[in-house]
């Protein structure tokens, strides 16, 4: 019997982790969605073959209902995680929970708490824990390949025209809407960095700031919209480049158009950015969140790590260096070169298209996730989440460290009072 599904929340992730079912229909099966705009939700709906009482305007109406499915998939924005998990959880379904958790560190906590207090299952969406890269890469490590780990450098390329699709014209360009730039982004790396290192982190420390996308840096000229705007030929930003070359590319209809539109032809195309958010000027949004940012971490065993996350950069996978007593790592998502400093070898291993969901978002991550929560629910067995409520609270205090010495201007904070700074 598949594992059954409610989606909650029929946006890109949401789809994304529905899709599994339809790849996979012995595995799993969605039987309920809940979305408020009925054009996402029909659609997913109608793919899925939901009947028509099992399709829901919210999250809320769901939980009214009995419980339908076993586990629920919480894809709604940030900020109505926590009170989704509770009403699920306390309803018995499992739960496979986007990052963040939640927006705050209260939150978060509440999160684990309500996990643990009833027993369901919960999987927070971690997705880098799931990679072929990241599954070839640990053994590796735990195997001693660069004997104890002394420092990482870890860089996140958001990509130029992926930090202004989501976090200048998008929905996480505000802290006060969705959280900080660090805790959208990177807490999927404060998280890997933590399961790499596998030493519990004890402070932080960050700066970084929204140097570029905002007001003063607009150039002369520039108009509120690329659609009239004069100098946008020469703007790499330009939202009408950027969306007529996603049009012209299927693999990028379901992500980031869909997200536009949902009417991806070009004239629903040039109506959404004639009129909506992601036709604006980058410098005249009403964005918040940092778009460069620099996080150092140090960790029990005294082992240290850097992150940077930066707009400013071609859109791709992760890059890695560890440093390690015998051995050194370099590392870009697809390809890990290991020089041993016994022998001088230096040797590469490929990861890319490696295992049954290496096609599926995320470096195959999206499917990994997938294929180890839906495996976890049948069994009723939590061993089989690798990113599951405890560990991810860990990674999640990181970020709020992180966010709170930036705020306090750079200076080191303890993980273990962050709650007591954030
Ligand atoms: N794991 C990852 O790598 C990753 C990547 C991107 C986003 N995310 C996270 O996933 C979540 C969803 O992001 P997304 O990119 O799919 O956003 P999205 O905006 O495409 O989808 C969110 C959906 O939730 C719906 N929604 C809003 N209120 C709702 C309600 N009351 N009940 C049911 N649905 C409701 C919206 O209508 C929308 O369709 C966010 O928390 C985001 O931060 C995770």
Request: charged share 20%; with cysteine.
């Amino acid at each position: 019997m598949p594992v059954t599904l409610a989606i909650v929340g029929a946006g890109a992730r949401g789809r994304t982790y529905a899709r599994y079912a339809l790849e996979h229909p012995d595995a799993a099966q969605v039987v309920a969605v809940a979305d408020p705009r009925p054009a996402y939700r029909e659609a997913l709906a109608d793919a899925h073959a939901v009947p028509a009482g099992r399709r829901y305007a919210s999250w809320r109406d769901l939980a009214e209902a009995p419980r339908l499915a076993d586990a629920v998939v919480v894809a709604t924005p940030d900020r109505q995680h926590a009170e989704a998990v509770a009403r699920f959880a306390a309803l018995r379904y499992d739960l496979l929970l986007e990052k963040p958790m939640a927006p705050t560190e209260p939150d978060c906590a509440a999160v684990v708490a309500t996990a643990e207090a009833t027993g369901v299952l919960l999987a927070v969406c971690h997705v880098l824990r799931y990679t072929p890269y990241t599954e070839a890469l640990l053994p590796l490590v735990r195997a001693g390949a660069v004997g104890a780990i002394v420092g990482v450098q870890h860089l996140e390329p958001v990509g130029w025209w992926h930090f202004a699709h989501s976090f200048v014209r998008g929905n996480w360009r505000r802290t006060d809407e969705s959280s900080s730039s660090l805790l959208a982004k990177c807490c999927h790396d404060l998280d890997w960095l933590y399961h790499l290192v596998g030493q519990e982190p004890v402070r932080i420390a960050s700066t970084g700031a929204l140097r570029h996308f905002h007001p003063a840096q607009r150039p002369a000229g520039a108009a509120d919209r690329c659609f009239d705007c004069g100098v946008e030929p020469d703007c790499p930003y330009s939202a009408t480049r950027l969306y007529a070359a996603c049009l012209a590319d299927p693999e990028r209809h379901e992500w980031p158009l869909s997200v536009v539109t949902p009417d991806l032809t070009p004239e629903g195309v040039a109506a959404a950015l004639r009129d909506g958010p992601y036709g604006r000027c980058v410098y005249a949004c009403d964005n918040d969140v940092v778009d460069h940012q620099v996080v150092t971490i140090e960790f029990a065993g005294g082992a240290t790590a850097s992150l940077t996350m930066s707009a400013f950069t071609p859109a791709g996978h992760r890059r890695t260096r560890i440093m390690g007593t015998r051995g050194f790592v370099e590392g870009d998502g697809e390809r890990i070169t290991v020089t041993d400093f016994v022998t001088g070898a230096v040797s590469t291993v490929d990861t890319n298209r490696a295992g049954p969901d290496a096609a599926s978002g995320h470096g195959g991550g999206d499917f990994g996730l997938m294929r180890a929560f839906v495996a976890a629910v049948a069994a009723r067995d939590a061993s089989l989440i690798r990113s599951g409520p405890r560990e991810s609270l860990v990674s999640h205090r990181m970020a709020f460290a992180a966010e709170a010495s930036r705020l306090a201007g750079g200076v080191p904070v303890d993980v273990s009072i962050v709650d007591r700074v954030s």
